[in-house]
């Protein structure tokens, strides 16, 4: 896990506010996905915030904790800057 | 960057040979993938043979290299494992 990303990230950014739209869709607190996906509520947190970069295997957790696949989850943010643009 | 990843992480198996087949569908070598991506090359052979655990960084530019968004990157590894099950 590190911490906060040096330089612009874009997919760390919409892939937080994806794992929170998500997660919010299906009504859960950051604390019960953080039970679903064997994760630490606070990190759940700064995901969401795009404060820290997850690793592929954070991913594949949250994807399956949310019930999508992980490149689902990945399109999921980037599909919603789309619509915002 | 986290070493060898501990438990069964599909999704690192399946990006890194993802990368290889996208990398090879282009007919570039690893050093050429490593220059455009601005990673290292001997990096990016770990990445392939899946004993390192890319993060969304690393996952943002290997796509952008590839001229691929990240979801299709994450997608096209997956697809390839349905289609030889």
Redesign the interface.
């Known amino acids: 896990?590190?911490t906060t990303?040096s330089?612009p990230?874009?997919?760390?950014g919409s892939?937080g506010r994806s794992v929170r739209a998500l997660r919010e869709a299906l009504g859960w607190s950051q604390e019960r996905l953080a039970e679903n996906s064997n994760l630490n509520r606070s990190y759940i947190g700064e995901i969401e915030r795009g404060v820290v970069?997850?690793?592929?295997?954070t991913?594949?957790k949250l994807a399956a904790a949310l019930q999508v696949?992980?490149?689902?989850l990945?399109?999921h943010g980037?599909s919603r800057e789309g619509q915002q643009a």
Chains 1, 2 share one sequence.
Not at 9 to 12: D, E, Y
Not at 69 to 72: C, E, F, G, R, S
């Open positions: 896990m590190s990303h330089g990230c874009a997919l760390v892939f970069i997850a690793s592929l295997q991913v594949e696949t992980p490149a689902d990945l399109a980037a």
